[in-house]
């Protein structure tokens, strides 16, 4: 099994900073397209940022010039640095990766748990 467990989330006022981790164990034999998604109450999960199959970053318009995605492919770890945040930006954020457990297998999504980033106003 995989799990990807998240870290970093917590309370912080508007303007602040906040670096959100996640990090991928278990039966892996490769990791493609992980990124972060959120999901605020009342609205459906959206996507924040992930890496495309060339491996480029790619960001909601609505976050684009404030937030960062990175990874380190040697530890299946994946980051967000979310600078400037705003009360809007308030949602749990949950990490995404496609999974190959074993060479020629199949990807498939894997989600983690989730954290809650709160921004008050």
């Known amino acids: 099994q995989v799990q990807l467990v998240e870290s970093g989330g917590g309370l912080v006022q508007a303007g602040g900073s906040l670096r959100l981790s996640c990090a991928a164990s278990g039966t892996i034999f490769s990791i493609n397209n992980m990124g972060w998604y959120r999901q605020a109450p009342g609205e459906q999960r959206e996507l924040v940022a992930s890496f495309t199959s060339g491996g480029r970053p790619n960001y909601a318009d609505s976050v684009k010039g404030r937030f960062t995605i990175s990874r380190d492919n040697a530890k299946n770890t994946v980051f967000l640095q979310m600078n400037s945040l705003k009360a809007e930006d308030t949602a749990v954020y949950y990490c995404?990766?496609?999974?190959?457990?074993?060479?020629?297998?199949?990807?498939?999504?894997?989600w983690g748990q989730g954290t809650q980033v709160t921004v008050s106003s």
């Open positions: 995404n990766a496609e999974v190959r457990y074993r060479s020629g297998a199949n990807y498939y999504p894997r």
